[in-house]
């Protein structure tokens, strides 16, 4: 098991900003890729940005290609996504997810290990 649990997210006005943490009490996160998703209600959940595990290879949704930007410290088993110039559109609960793998992953069936969300609310 991985345990991961998600804090950051808030209420924020369109424009602002939001850093979103997951960390993991119980295993170390450097043999892990990661990821965040988000869901909106009556949506699926989709994909929004990966991490490879050592932190050298990114990848983004187009969706917030240039404003979110995913970053990890493997020191403290910690993964974050700072989110800048945020829009109402990206109101969701946010998910970060592991894979045991060194590769980044974008679908929501390549990563085994889910945190509980944590809710984003841009108020426009």
């Known amino acids: 098991q991985v345990p991961l649990v998600e804090s950051g997210g808030g209420l924020v006005q369109a424009g602002g900003s939001l850093r979103l943490s997951c960390a993991s009490s119980?295993?170390?996160?450097?043999?892990?890729?990661m990821g965040w998703f988000r869901q909106a209600p009556g949506k699926e959940r989709d994909f929004v940005a990966a991490?490879?595990?050592?932190?050298?290879?990114?990848y983004y949704a187009d969706s917030v290609k240039g404003r979110f930007t995913i970053s990890r410290d493997n020191a403290k088993n910690t993964v974050y996504l700072q989110m800048n110039s945020l829009k109402p559109e990206d109101t969701a609960i946010y998910y970060c997810?592991?894979?045991?793998?060194?590769?980044?992953?974008?679908?929501?069936?390549?990563?085994?290990?889910w945190g509980q969300g944590t809710q984003v609310t841009v108020s426009s």
């Open positions: 991490v490879n595990s050592n932190g050298a290879r990114t």
């Open positions: 119980g295993r170390a996160l450097s043999n892990y890729a």
């Open positions: 997810a592991a894979r045991f793998a060194m590769t980044i992953a974008t679908v929501t069936g390549d990563y085994v290990y």
